[in-house]
């Protein structure tokens, strides 16, 4: 094969590359759309269902949306207090956005409220998340 063919041969196995992945992404982004759509959907039906309004803010996560994830997440803690769920995964959505103060304080709450529940699941990774937070643990161990 020529220099010539080689050179043509990879050009379009990299543009067929670059299509493949954008048409993945397109289709992911598209899923993830549909999936937030349907459920808005089923909380105008159920518009205090604090599961719905959590599934939502993790999609809001998933999908980058900063500012709707943290108004999801401090709607979460002011109407819905007790879903043990929310602390957790706030508290790393702050460590994220470089708020370690406020994740510490979010993860201290989420314990608090998980012993009143008995979760003792949700309060050992309360715990932990806590612990690596504060310096104490580190994750990995």
Same mark, same amino acid.
């Given at each position: 094969?020529?220099?010539?063919?080689?050179?043509?041969?990879?050009?379009?196995?990299?543009?067929?590359?670059?299509?493949?992945?954008?048409?993945?992404?397109?289709?992911?982004?598209?899923?993830?759309?549909?999936?937030? *759509?349907?459920?808005?959907?089923?909380?105008?039906?159920?518009?205090?269902?604090?599961?719905?309004?959590?599934?939502? *803010?993790?999609?809001?996560?998933?999908?980058?949306?900063?500012?709707?994830?943290?108004?999801?997440?401090?709607?979460?803690?002011?109407?819905?207090?007790?879903?043990?769920? *929310?602390?957790?995964?706030?508290?790393?959505?702050?460590?994220?956005?470089?708020?370690?103060?406020?994740?510490?304080?979010?993860?201290?709450?989420?314990?608090?409220?998980?012993?009143?529940?008995?979760?003792?699941?949700?309060?050992?990774?309360?715990?932990?998340?806590?612990?690596?937070?504060?310096?104490?643990?580190?994750?990995?161990?």
């Amino acid at each position: 094969m020529s220099l010539y063919c080689q050179f043509y041969a990879s050009i379009v196995n990299a543009i067929f590359i670059v299509f493949f992945y954008a048409l993945r992404n397109n289709a992911y982004f598209c899923v993830m759309e549909g999936r937030l *759509t349907q459920l808005q959907e089923f909380l105008k039906e159920s518009p205090n269902d604090p599961f719905l309004k959590y599934a939502l *803010t993790m999609e809001y996560v998933k999908l980058g949306e900063e500012d709707q994830a943290l108004a999801g997440f401090e709607d979460l803690l002011s109407a819905h207090e007790d879903y043990v769920g *929310t602390y957790y995964h706030f508290g790393k959505f702050l460590e994220s956005k470089h708020d370690q103060d406020r994740a510490i304080e979010i993860y201290e709450k989420g314990i608090q409220i998980a012993q009143q529940k008995r979760n003792f699941h949700a309060l050992g990774e309360l715990r932990n998340a806590h612990l690596a937070a504060t310096g104490l643990l580190d994750e990995d161990e």
